[in-house]
């Protein structure tokens, strides 16, 4: 079983569109994230969710919205798709958050969607 | 803020041969932690190995080591008895206390490993 699974792995779209990526984690993990990688492999926080709850929004643009329906999923939807949002989009899930949780609880990664936007 | 630098782009290193990559950060915490990923063509993230700011010794697993020197900052991964598999993308990343584990990522060096 495949701890945090994305889907599409792929996705090609035109600018303008709206598309939608889905992310699940069977970890029991409380907090998910999205992080983007650029084509210079640069990694970036996007959001993070704490059961449910967004915690991170690092100056995100308002067309990327992501939706947590439960602490098990966490989907990333993106409006009026621009060709600066082509990149690998990684969702990533860890157990804890907060004061007094250990640093070195690692984050476990899905495997990516590339996105291209022609 | 934080901030995580990989000064190196690229690397060759010859197979069997070991090889040390760098990666300084910027902190003004004193809770942090220290991660190094690896990425292969495949794309996908593999933790390698962690330390944390107030571990005494340096981490270490399997053919990897953790060069930790905290006055200067810094937190080089050693892989010992490089392979051909070891090609790929290694990324060095940040935790700290205040930011949940969010982590923070340099920008990645490129390992080679020739044959």
């Known amino acids: 079983d495949t701890a945090v699974s994305q889907t599409p792995k792929y996705l090609v779209t035109q600018m303008g569109n709206d598309k939608s990526i889905k992310c699940e984690q069977n970890?029991?993990?409380?907090?998910m994230y999205w992080y983007k990688q650029d084509s210079k492999k640069f990694l970036k926080i996007m959001f993070s969710y704490n059961n449910k709850e967004l915690i991170i929004n690092e100056t995100v643009p308002n067309r990327f919205s992501p939706k947590s329906p439960d602490k098990a999923h966490l989907n990333l939807h993106i409006n009026s798709l621009e060709l600066g949002d082509s990149a690998v989009y990684f969702c990533?899930?860890?157990?804890?958050w907060g004061a007094g949780k250990p640093l070195g609880e690692k984050l476990f990664f899905g495997s990516g969607t590339q996105l291209s936007v022609l | 803020a934080q901030k995580i630098t990989q000064t190196q782009p690229g690397m060759f290193v010859q197979e069997k041969e070991a090889v040390t990559l760098d990666c300084t950060y910027d902190t003004s915490d004193p809770s942090y932690g220290l991660f190094w990923y690896k990425q292969p063509s495949s794309g996908e993230m593999i933790f390698l190995i962690y330390?944390?700011?107030?571990?005494?010794q340096n981490a270490t697993e399997g053919r990897y080591s953790l060069n930790f020197q905290k006055a200067r900052k810094s937190a080089n991964l050693v892989i010992s008895a490089s392979q051909l598999g070891d090609s790929a993308m290694y990324f060095c990343?940040?935790?700290?206390?205040?930011?949940?584990?969010?982590?923070?990522f340099g920008g990645g060096t490129r390992l080679m490993v020739k044959p």
């Open positions: 990533a899930s860890s157990q804890w």
């Open positions: 990343a940040m935790s700290r206390a205040e930011a949940g584990n969010m982590l923070t």
């Open positions: 330390q944390g700011s107030y571990d005494q």
């Open positions: 970890l029991g993990h409380d907090t």
